[in-house]
């Protein structure tokens, strides 16, 4: 079974503050991938980023990077230099490959961004 | 490109009564997946349609069931309403299943059950 462990449950910044949310998986298989996703106050969950088990580098897109590290069965995700705009509640998430997956996600991380 | 789009945005109904969800998907978009979300559990899956057939299930009582039409369009129903499932229900489509393709949300029903 999969599972997806986000263990920051609310997180406070001040405006320029760089600060990482923590993501944590759990699969038997070897071939999975991983996803963010930002919901903000409006409700609507918005697609971050995808990565498959098998490409373990560090993406970066402009202030959002991620850090994907399969030895801690990790995939974490950095905000450099946080905007009041960031403030929303990111989950992680998982599907595991071959026929019909779904996609399991973590109870998410509230981020407050404070100006 | 139209995005996903869930109606009604939100409904009160009372315990016992049964309620019907609507959820186009994106032009285009053949499967359609149903989320309950709650404070306290996240994003919980209920199921997954493709080509109108259900390919996947969460753990949910029999009382939660969906169906999907031929031009991709899906319903959720709920009957025998409890007040715990009060939740926000989020239905997402992608291009077709598997683990490829990234989900696309709509804005969710806000259910309150009274």
């Known amino acids: 079974a999969q599972k997806v462990t986000q263990a920051q449950t609310e997180i406070s910044v001040v405006e320029k503050e760089d600060v990482t949310l923590d993501c944590v998986y759990e699969t038997r298989d070897t071939t999975y991938y991983l996803f963010w996703y930002k919901q903000p106050p409006s409700g609507e969950l918005v697609f971050l980023i995808r990565?498959?088990?098998?490409?373990?580098q560090n993406e970066i897109s402009g202030r959002y990077s991620w850090n994907f590290q399969k030895s801690t069965s990790s995939f974490n995700f950095t905000i450099t230099a946080s905007q009041v705009v960031d403030s929303a509640v990111y989950f992680c998430?998982?599907?595991?490959?071959?026929?019909?997956?779904?996609?399991?996600f973590g109870t998410g991380t509230k981020l407050q961004v404070i100006p | 490109k139209a995005g996903v789009t869930q109606t009604p945005r939100y409904l009160i109904k009372t315990r016992g009564q049964q309620v019907t969800l609507s959820c186009s998907p994106i032009?285009?978009?053949?499967?359609v997946s149903w989320y309950q979300q709650t404070p306290g559990q996240g994003l919980q899956f209920l199921f997954e349609?493709?080509?109108?057939?259900?390919?996947n299930k969460g753990n949910f009582p029999g009382r939660f069931s969906g169906r999907q039409f031929s031009n991709s369009r899906s319903e959720m129903n709920v009957s025998t309403l409890e007040l715990g499932d009060s939740a926000l229900y989020l239905c997402?489509?992608?291009?077709?299943?598997?683990?490829?393709?990234?989900?696309?949300f709509g804005n969710g029903t806000r259910l309150t059950v009274t």
């Open positions: 997402a489509s992608r291009l077709k299943t598997g683990e490829n393709s990234p989900l696309h």
């Open positions: 990565r498959n088990s098998f490409d373990e």
């Open positions: 032009s285009g978009h053949r499967s």
């Open positions: 998430a998982l599907s595991e490959a071959g026929g019909y997956q779904k996609v399991t």
């Open positions: 349609y493709f080509s109108e057939t259900q390919r």
